[in-house]
């Protein structure tokens, strides 16, 4: 285990593997998500404790992404300076990631004055090689805001097929992946004022990628085999390359960027695309004046980089691109790591919605960091989306660490530190014939390939399979203590019970080496029970290899007196699990409502108390009217306002007087049937109506119909252009009658809603359909107790 608080930065070294790691810089804008976490910087961090335990000399260089739209966006949100908010986020990351224990040798940030030196150096070589171009491209102009719009600050249509996606920025639909230009969208409009901008001319600088077509495919067909790239990075690129490459902006017209170096330019700063990748040579700069060593020197170092899928093309052409153009000689990635997404429960993480946990959500529980980070890492998406949940997470916990992992170590410690005539005095015993022990030697033999396992997997960047090699490494050990019965040993065959300790101490410290890039505190806290100092965690002895895990008896030598055994881990139990998953339910802003709600309630409580005390009841009547109407003010927003409820059309026909209209009888099991009259003709044969559980919105107000009272509405999904419909369909298994909640939030429904007061209006807006199928509220998921209610087809449809 490396001392990373070291102040001489290490450079590479003639005849040792000098590996160089970076993870795709975390935009500065909000608090990293558990999703973005595991997509690139704990994924590098893990792979960076590898490298160092392995004896590689290695340097992990991350940072905040700081400028561009997003940044100025957020700085309007909040009324602040870009400035402002990169200091404020930027502080923030740092705080997540220390407790998240990311080992980075330097994390720095893109707005440094290193930043623009770099890349105006090398837009100049670019310039000066002629692989630019100057052209005149149209772009939306927002005459309320009196500015040209970047990317992020226009919203609207996606124009692919298929998709038409209603909130798709200009520079990527979130929806379906797809890269945009902000004059390719539908009904475009200014994000700040919300007005239709217009379009008009400015003139910007071009990275002629089709004239640097030759050398980066040279490059991807060469480096893509060597490196090992991983399958969802050689698609994704060679769908960019199939699709033709085509000459990409690099400028833009904002303030807050690394300033084109150009006098005709000088109003432009460079497109956050082209700058931010340039970052992670910048930030090598603050970490040495040596950097060129590192960045310029293919033949000795060899360039890993972790990120999430969204980033493959910027960094498997956009930035390669951009480094052949100098004509020099850079280190250019040899291997690239990519993570699918991590979904949250029945939905997505989102930073820009606030849904999921978030790291400063992680470091406010009761859940012990190693804890996070195994569960993430077991969880990591390789090769498809992976999906979390609270109950997974309580199960990992206490089913592989605290009853596998933990187990194993405190039984083996435990029972080595029990005194003299039933234990050993915490003294490790000599075990002189542990080579011709027929049971230890065939764990041995076990343990031996694990590791081989192990290793391979590491190298190939296959973290999760590194991971659950090595805790099978604890499952051995715990049927090695089952097979030898060690307890019965002691007292009848002491030599054979000290070669079943002295090897089960071995495995310890084996595990805390295996698993010290996943669990690192983990670790520590195992060495320190062994009274060891952490620094000797090592995956390689003298001559580079791990020969000892093959003979896990000779790994630590008898005599040594081991420290004080305790519990590793403990059990997360279903009551807290069931509280987080309720307090961190909805969006972070759903979280605020709730917590303002129940400070509203418990004002009102008080001062209630306070009356009964004081004999002031007209006062505190007054005083907790007000604070129960400070709660009523937020309930009016609160989904919990609405009674749905789930029913059974026992019979639906077409109503006498109306040819788009269908009358149905439906049971929500209160004995009488209710009429509810839809409007689903066009789009839902008849057939299809009949004996068919349905979402029933109970509480609006009845509605005469063509002649027929309506008594309730059932809920649908339309699609973007409305030509299609289809209903809300909770389980087969549903309860008729029950009502469908949503978790997280809890509260009655209103008898009847107030047309007036607008509340179906004003929720309605959040209901829809995901990409998954699923029904949901704010990406919460209408909730029945046989699970959640779906469509058939319609992804990020409207519900009504």
């Keep these: 285990m490396e001392d990373l608080n070291r102040t001489v930065p290490k450079l590479p070294i003639p005849g040792k593997r000098n590996i160089l790691i970076t993870s795709a810089l975390p935009y500065v804008n909000n608090v990293p998500h558990l999703g973005n976490i595991i997509g690139c910087v704990l994924s590098a961090d893990v792979f960076a404790r590898y490298c160092r335990l392995r004896g590689y000399n290695a340097i992990y260089i991350c940072g905040t992404d700081e400028y561009g739209t997003a940044t100025e966006t957020k700085a309007m949100e909040e009324n602040s300076t870009p400035k402002q908010i990169c200091d404020k986020y930027h502080a923030i990351h740092k705080e997540v990631y220390n407790w998240f224990n990311i080992s980075f040798d330097e994390f720095g940030r893109t707005s440094s004055p290193q930043q623009t030196e770099v890349c105006q150096t090398i837009f100049k070589k670019l310039l000066e090689n002629n692989w630019l171009s100057e052209n005149t491209m149209q772009q939306l102009y927002c005459d309320t805001c009196e500015r040209f719009l970047a990317d992020r600050l226009v919203e609207g249509n996606c124009p692919t097929e298929g998709c038409n996606y209603d909130s798709a920025r200009g520079d990527q639909c979130e929806n379906c992946g797809k890269l945009l230009n902000p004059t390719e969208l539908i009904n475009p409009r200014c994000k700040q004022c919300k007005n239709a901008p217009r379009i008009r001319d400015t003139n910007h600088l071009f990275l002629e990628l089709p004239l640097l077509k030759d050398k980066l495919v040279n490059y991807i067909e060469t480096t893509s085999v060597a490196g090992g790239w991983s399958q969802n990075a050689i698609q994704t690129t060679n769908a960019w390359l199939k699709e033709g490459l085509k000459s990409r902006c690099i400028t833009r017209d904002l303030k807050w960027g690394v300033p084109v170096p150009l006098e005709e330019f000088k109003d432009k700063v460079f497109y956050v695309w082209f700058d931010a990748p340039i970052g992670y040579v910048s930030i090598t700069s603050c970490y040495t004046p040596d950097w060129e060593k590192w960045w310029k020197n293919p033949e000795n170092v060899e360039l890993y980089q972790f990120m999430g899928k969204d980033n493959v093309p910027f960094h498997t052409v956009m930035f390669p691109s951009t480094l052949l153009g100098t004509g020099e000689n850079w280190t250019l990635m040899k291997t690239i790591s990519v993570t ?461």
């Design 340 to 800: 699918e997404y991590l979904n949250y429960e029945a939905g997505k993480f989102s930073k820009s919605k606030g849904v999921g946990v978030f790291g400063n959500d992680a470091k406010d529980t009761n859940i012990p960091v190693e804890v996070w980070r195994y569960y993430l890492l077991t969880n990591r998406p390789e090769v498809s989306d992976t999906l979390f949940t609270w109950s997974d997470l309580q199960a990992k916990s206490n089913n592989e660490l605290l009853n596998n992992l933990g187990n194993f170590i405190n039984r083996v410690l435990s029972f080595l530190a029990k005194p003299p005539g039933s234990g050993y005095g915490s003294v490790i015993p000599d075990a002189p014939d542990a080579g011709s022990h027929p049971l230890t030697n065939k764990l041995a033999e076990e343990v031996g390939k694990y590791v081989e396992q192990y290793l391979e997997a590491m190298e190939k960047v296959k973290l999760k399979q590194g991971l659950k090699t090595a805790m099978s490494i604890s499952s051995e050990g715990n049927a090695y203590l089952q097979e030898s019965q060690f307890w019965r040993l002691y007292k009848e065959d002491l030599p054979s019970c000290s070669i079943v300790v002295k090897t089960s101490l071995g495995l310890v410290y084996l595990l805390a080496c295996l698993l010290e890039p996943f669990m690192p505190s983990f670790s520590v806290e195992v060495f320190k029970q062994l009274n060891l100092p952490p620094e000797q965690a090592s995956l390689c002895d003298e001559k580079g290899d791990m020969d000892k895990a093959k003979r896990p008896w000779e790994i630590l030598p008898a005599g040594h007196k081991i420290g004080t055994p305790e519990p590793l881990f403990k059990e997360l139990k279903i009551e807290e699990v069931e509280d987080y998953r309720k307090k961190f339910a909805g969006s972070q802003a759903d979280r605020l409502e709730r917590e303002e709600a129940g400070k509203a309630a418990k004002l009102a409580e008080e001062l209630k108390k306070k009356a009964t005390v004081g004999g002031k009841k007209q006062q505190a009547k007054k005083l907790a009217g007000e604070a129960k109407s400070r709660g009523t003010v937020e309930q009016e927003i609160s989904i919990t306002r609405l009674d749905i409820r789930v029913g059974l059309i026992k019979k639906a026909q077409k109503h006498p007087d109306a040819e788009s209209l269908y009358v149905e009888e439906i049971d929500l099991g209160e004995g009488d049937c209710r009429t509810v009259v839809s409007g689903l003709v066009k789009y839902i044969p008849l057939e299809e109506m009949q004996n068919r559980k349905v979402c029933v919105l109970c509480n609006l107000k009845p509605a005469n119909m063509r002649g027929i009272k309506s008594e309730a509405m059932v809920l649908a999904a339309s699609s973007s252009d409305h030509t299609k419909v289809e209903l809300v369909d909770p389980p087969q298994s549903a309860v008729v009658g029950e009502r469908v909640t949503f978790p997280g939030f809890e509260g009655e429904p209103d008898d009847v809603l107030n047309p007036k007061k607008k509340v179906w209006e004003t929720l309605q807006v959040d209901l829809q359909s995901n990409s998954d199928l699923v029904a949901c509220y704010k990406d919460i998921p209408l909730t029945t107790s046989a699970g959640v209610c779906k469509v058939a087809s319609i992804s990020n449809g409207s519900i009504r």
